[in-house]
């Protein structure tokens, strides 16, 4: 006799259960869908036009963050190094490469979840076009560790997972799907400090 | 058995339905999104700076140690909004969002006159009425329209050494985001 009410409960549980499930896991995962992946790097140039889909509209509405209009410049994001393995501040790594085109660029770290990394106070927290030093050939290598390195050194915090953010300014490529083209530089790990 | 997959396939339906619902939704239920989070910083209509460092409570905060940022709640509503900043800084950038985070409008210094921000944010009506009156004071300013009446401006500037941090500031202070005068229209 309680056959059709647990019937009925069944379809409930599973639609609310999973409906609610797969849409807060939706917005975690991505912020949309219409990325450009170039190696490790990845960048949404539509997500702050109404062209943006749902996906990417809900996780602005929920993130919260400010993004780039398309004439301000072009974000890109790394989670991973250029082999697939996810960025730890226990490793050191080297940022090699040309960037593609733009009147400046900057680049940092931050925490997974977007936040300024924990490092110390006197230590610059970024770098940037203008002073990052490069070789004859304007490519540039920047060299991303915990410890202090020579040349150009990016600090992370000891231990714990990174995400690296690269923001291209007044770039000819935020706007135009040219951006396929382009060739951002390698994440090359160079070694471990427990492995 | 047949019910209790008839059952579940109910469920997966509903579960689709429902998941769909619930990121059309999102925008209009966070109380997280960047114009509530701006709106959250005080009165409409100043420029107000952000922190580099995390805040306490969650507020926004500028994530790019080589940047300053800048951020304005602005309302057509009632009257235009100008949005001036005198030349002064190797780079900047504004970009102007409706309420909804979509972008109504972005430049950079290198499409402004002189290097200097001067743009009017102004509803259709508006902006035939400035058109018509011609003022001086707006001869030079960028005229934009807006769809919506509530909006915000994130106004960026670059810092390449910590020298250059003063200037930036200073910048950012003495950028303008007022509402204009009827009276400076006719």
Wanted: proline share 7%; charged share 15%; with cysteine.
């Amino acid at each position: 006799m309680f056959r059709i009410p647990l019937l009925v409960a069944l379809a409930l549980a599973i639609t609310f259960g999973l409906g609610t499930f797969s849409a807060v896991w939706a917005l975690k995962a991505t912020i949309g869908f219409g990325s450009i992946a170039l190696g490790p790097w990845n960048a949404f140039p539509t997500a702050q036009t109404s062209r943006a889909d749902p996906y990417a509209k809900a996780h602005r509405a929920r993130d919260g963050a400010l993004l780039f209009g398309s004439a301000e410049g072009l974000v890109f994001r790394a989670a991973n190094d250029s082999a697939g393995q996810p960025l730890s501040g226990g490793c050191s790594y080297d940022i090699v490469g040309l960037t593609p085109q733009a009147r400046f660029w900057t680049l940092h770290a931050t925490t997974p979840d977007g936040r300024p990394v924990p490092v110390a106070r006197d230590i610059t927290g970024g770098l940037n076009s203008w002073t990052v030093l490069r070789r004859p050939d304007n490519s540039i290598a920047v060299h991303v560790a915990a410890d202090a390195q020579p040349g150009n050194w990016l600090a992370v915090p000891p231990g714990q997972p990174f995400r690296l953010v690269l923001t291209l300014l007044d770039t000819p490529t935020a706007g135009s799907s040219g951006v396929i083209d382009l060739s951002m530089p390698a994440i090359n790990r160079t070694g471990c400090a427990n492995a | 058995m047949r019910s209790i997959l008839f059952a579940t396939l109910i469920g997966l339906l509903g579960a689709a339905a429902l998941h769909i619902l619930i990121i059309l939704a999102v925008p209009y239920f966070t109380g997280n999104d960047a114009y509530t989070r701006i709106s959250d910083l005080g009165e409409p209509l100043r420029f107000y700076p952000l922190p580099n460092e995390t805040v306490a409570g969650g507020g926004l905060i500028n994530d790019d140690p080589e940047m300053r940022l800048a951020v304005c709640a602005l309302s057509v509503a009632e009257n235009p909004v100008r949005l001036y900043a005198p030349p002064g800084v190797p780079f900047w950038s504004v970009g102007l969002f409706d309420s909804a985070a979509n972008e109504v409008f972005s430049m950079n210094d290198r499409t402004a006159v002189a290097g200097a921000l001067d743009v009017v944010v102004a509803t259709a009506v508006q902006l035939n009425a400035i058109r018509k009156a011609l003022p001086q004071a707006l001869s030079q300013s960028i005229l934009v329209e807006m769809p919506d009446e509530d909006g915000y401006v994130v106004l960026r500037t670059f810092v390449p050494t910590a020298t250059m941090d003063e200037a930036a500031r200073a910048f950012l202070a003495n950028a303008a985001c007022e509402a204009i005068d009827q009276g400076t229209l006719e």
